[in-house]
């Protein structure tokens, strides 16, 4: 059992072991922005509210619930973080970074993140979605900072490859079936929560950026660390600063992830069986 993590893997086990009994599930899956609503999609079983879990918490951000979902799509074991929280609540890594190790902890091979960004690369619309190929962790810290969070975690982690190749294929090959052609890019994230200058957006354009947003790098560099294989899809909640003729607003990106609602929960009803062994 992990010793470092400032919050207790032991006693999200002992929750989830009273709750569901010895599981282990294929994979874990991350509701960013807005799409805590994909559950009802994807078979839920039952929930543990996030308050019941130390290292999870209530959430502070409207659109995310703050539930630990277990569901069983095509009979495959799935647990759903519905709501996460972000280095910007000011509470450090730890909690940011608690489901990359609990989805270790419980034997999950793949862990698979989503979130709203705004879109940098001319040809986005709003509403597209994007499978990560690579990040550019722009958030002005790091989460392996300090203590080691695991200890199967080196002091060094390598990062040459964070967003499995065969998962990404896996996400195209989802779009594809429901007639949904994904596009893949590379993810700016910065601390926030202040969204960008447009001259920000022009520098990160220049630097290869192709959407920008707050979240995911974090527990995809743990979880890359830990020896998961990560995914990650975003929805282009909004033009990037400067490339939006209206002023950009959480209310517009809760706005976007809600009429794109069903289109990610066919996505991932699509995949997550496929990432049974
Ligand atoms: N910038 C940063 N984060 C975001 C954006 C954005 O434009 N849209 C959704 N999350």
């Known amino acids: 059992m992990a010793k470092e993590c400032s919050f207790s893997l032991s006693q999200a086990c002992k929750v989830i072991g009273e709750t569901w009994g010895e599981i282990q599930p294929q994979a874990c899956l991350v509701c960013g922005s807005g799409w805590g609503g994909v559950v009802k999609g994807l078979s839920p079983v039952s929930s543990i509210p996030y308050e019941n879990i130390e290292g ?28 996460r929280r972000h280095f910007y609540e000011g509470e450090g890594w730890a909690p940011v970074i608690f489901p990359a190790l609990l989805a270790h902890e419980l034997g999950a091979r793949t862990l698979l993140l989503t979130n709203a960004s705004g879109g940098i690369r001319s040809d986005l619309k709003s509403g597209d979605f994007m499978i990560l190929s690579d990040h550019l962790n722009f958030m002005g810290s790091n989460p392996f900072i300090g203590p080691v969070p695991h200890p199967s975690i080196t002091r060094f982690p390598d990062q040459s490859v964070i967003y499995d190749a065969s998962l990404r294929k896996k996400i195209y090959q989802a779009g594809v079936a429901t007639g949904q052609n994904l596009t893949e890019g590379v993810y700016l994230a910065l601390s926030g929560p202040a969204f960008e200058t447009p001259a920000e957006i022009q520098l990160f354009a220049k630097l290869g950026a192709t959407a920008v947003g707050m979240s995911t790098v974090p527990e995809a560099m743990v979880a890359n660390a830990l020896g998961l294989q990560v995914g990650a899809i975003s929805c282009i909640s909004n033009l990037a600063a400067g490339r939006s003729p209206s002023p950009l607003s959480h209310a ?26």
């Open 56 to 83: 999870l918490q209530k959430t502070t951000i409207n659109g995310h619930s703050g539930k630990l979902w277990l569901a069983e799509p095509d009979g495959v074991k799935i647990l759903i973080f519905q709501g």
């Open 252 to 277: 517009e990106v809760a706005h976007t992830s809600q009429k794109a609602l069903p289109k990610m929960t066919q996505l991932l009803a699509q995949l997550l069986p496929a990432l049974a062994v």
